[in-house]
């Protein structure tokens, strides 16, 4: 079967953020996106799950350079202040094309 | 609208005539079943009971007092004069405007915080909560005691204006100045509160006449009063799991939730009573004016300003003030009402 090379970007963020970051994803030049509802913890343990709502786990297929613009972004906008996770991973995707 | 003297008399005392006692109020208050309802549910977080009501009971029983609130507000203002509402209206807006600026200062130069936690502690304790205002309607129910039915309106009135002044401070003394302001207006303006209050308060304003009363046993009443049951039931839960971030949070957060609330109850019962509210009225402005914000203005708060520690104000609105205001707090405004009268 014939499939694409592309990058999977996993964004872990706390609820407040979900408006700001699925357009910021759309922006950088993504498709379409994933978001679930996720719990956990973290470095910033309780913090996370102060506020009411919860944690969102946001999933985008994109290309190798949007992905890069998205995880810089995240470094330099959200990442000193809000509890954030983000990770990138190589997957081989069906209909690749479509992204 | 009767601007009565106290009938808390007739409940206990059918024959005589003199004023009820802070003791026989705060008695009254106690026992009452809202006040027991949020002691349970309080006792079941200290106990670990698995108990919590189901998420969506809990958002829906919000959803149907604040509608509830709003239509029966605007029913009765649809019978007031516009004229004659003026002056409680702009004084409830005074308020809104100055809650923000007095904790914001006490926050600063009394208990030391930071500029930016203590905008975001301003700006809960600028906003208001609605089940407060709520609880006070109810006791004042209690001890018989008349208020104007309007008064829904001045709630959803004293709501936003606070936030947002005490995230202008807050934004003004940020490092980050990159937060949406637009976006935070938006959220506060359509958030639950304000569209199911003020919604139900359009709603209830421009209903047909006699239409109130096909809806009126399933809003008004005893079904009303047993649904704010279950929901305090669920806040002595929510308050609960806050109790054990009082150790962490310390002692000057604490008399900050105490003060701050006695200091604006007793600003809110002198301002609604020289504005002409009757004096149940004067004590719903004042244990609305007590009160803090945990619904609209953490959200509100972590956009805009997220170097703020939500730990702080959230600890501080839901399990200090929150908490006093409904055992003790209303009780105290309702006997100040009656003393400056």
Known sequence: ?99 | MGVSGPKLSRLFLPDCTWSPGLTEILQLNLLSPITLAFALGILARIVRSEFSLPKDVYAGLGIYLLFALGLKGGVELAKVPLGGIMLPLLVTLLLGCIRPLTSYVVLRRLARFGPVDSAGIAAHYGSVSAVTFIAALTFLDGVGEDVEGYLPTLLALLESPGIHIALAIGALKSSDRSQPMGEVLHEVLTGRTMVLLVGGLVVGYVMAPGTWEQVELFYDGAIFKGALCLFLLEMGVVAGERLSDLKRTGLKLLVFGVGMAVVHGVLGVAAGLAAGLSIGGATVLGAMSASASYIAAPPAVRMTLPEANPTLSLTASLAITFPFNIVLGIPLYYQIALWLS
């Open chain 1, 1 to 99: 079967m014939d499939t694409h090379d592309l990058i999977l970007v996993t964004i872990i963020a706390e609820p407040v953020l979900e408006d700001r970051l699925t357009r910021e994803i759309m922006d950088r030049g993504a498709t379409g996106y994933t978001i679930t509802e996720v719990r956990g913890r973290g470095t910033r343990g309780i913090r996370t799950g102060d506020i009411p709502g919860q944690s969102i786990r946001i999933e985008t297929l994109v290309t190798v350079d949007v992905a890069d613009a998205l995880l810089d972004r995240a470094a330099e906008a959200w990442f000193p202040h809000y509890a954030v996770v983000a990770w990138a991973s190589p997957v081989r995707v069906i209909r690749g094309d479509k992204f």
